[in-house]
């Protein structure tokens, strides 16, 4: 039976002689955008409580550097520790299992994207296309441009095959997610007149047309190696174009061309 994913806050409060004694910010100098923790007080707590709250997210950022790099299977618990440089000891009182520290490590790493899209608020005063131009282009930045993220989706796609908690993870987080800003940003266009009034038929499967050529895009540059196989710019521009012109045509089952030159984008 599955775990279910670890959470990022996930601490232990077993009392062990403070081994780590590497520098925090040297080992997450690379990902320190993706593990993320709150400032310690040093004043009340003391440099021990600090490295002891800093711990996992260097564990999570030795275990990404190993995942990546061998594999789920070939990874082992004892090279993440050399890594962190702590014992491998030390890591399972944070995470009993090392499919416990692979949960904790890819939530941790989606945590930024997951959380925007929690925060995200329409804002009634502005457009809804452009509140949906930022929305597309952080998704472009934060996954087709991101060096991590074609590691993190690397492994994800060559493990998902093996390990069933990891497809499990992937199912959970990606697959079928309702994007419900989305909806609400069509809505607000539909009152505000950017979109045609029957756009709303439109909703359902909106999510995936508006990740699809990202996520081709993104899986040809991971298996080319090629970062510059397609022209970002020019590609993103398209898809941007691709989805503006579906939610200003009105719906027509008998498959009407799309209208995409109605606009250029902007800068």
Not at 3 to 25: G, I, M, N, Y
Not at 107 to 122: C, D, H, N, S
Not at 169 to 181: D, E, P, R, S
Request: glycine share 4%.
């Amino acid at each position: 039976m599955s775990r279910k994913p670890a959470s990022l806050e996930h601490t232990a409060d077993s009392v062990l002689p403070d081994q780590c004694v590497c520098s925090f910010e040297a080992v997450t100098q690379s990902l320190g955008k993706h593990f993320r923790l709150k400032p310690a007080n040093l004043k009340s707590s003391g440099i021990r409580q600090a490295n002891k709250e800093k711990r996992p997210a260097q564990i999570m950022a030795a275990a990404f550097e190993e995942f990546t790099q061998k594999g789920y299977a070939a990874a082992r618990l004892e090279d993440i520790a050399k890594r962190a440089r702590i014992s491998k000891a030390l890591i399972y009182v944070y995470y009993p299992a090392k499919i416990d520290l692979f949960y904790a490590m890819a939530t941790a790493f989606i945590e930024p994207m997951l959380q925007k899209r929690l925060e995200f608020a329409v804002d009634p005063n502005r457009s809804a296309e452009d509140q949906l131009r930022e929305q597309h282009n952080f998704f472009y930045e934060r996954l087709v441009n991101d060096p991590q993220s074609i590691e993190f989706f690397r492994l994800i796609v060559a493990e998902c095959g093996r390990v069933p908690e990891i497809a499990e993870f992937y199912t959970q987080n990606f697959v079928g997610v309702k994007k419900t800003y989305v909806y609400d940003l069509i809505r607000h266009g539909i009152a505000r007149g950017e979109f045609h009034p029957h756009a709303h038929h439109h909703l359902e499967g909106v999510e995936d047309i508006l990740s699809a050529p990202a996520i081709m895009m993104f899986v040809t540059r991971m298996v080319t190696g090629n970062p510059d196989i397609y022209e970002l710019a020019k590609w993103r521009q398209t898809h941007m174009a691709m989805v503006l012109g579906l939610l200003r045509t009105p719906p027509d089952a008998g498959g009407a061309s799309l209208n995409f030159t109605s606009q250029t984008e902007r800068p």
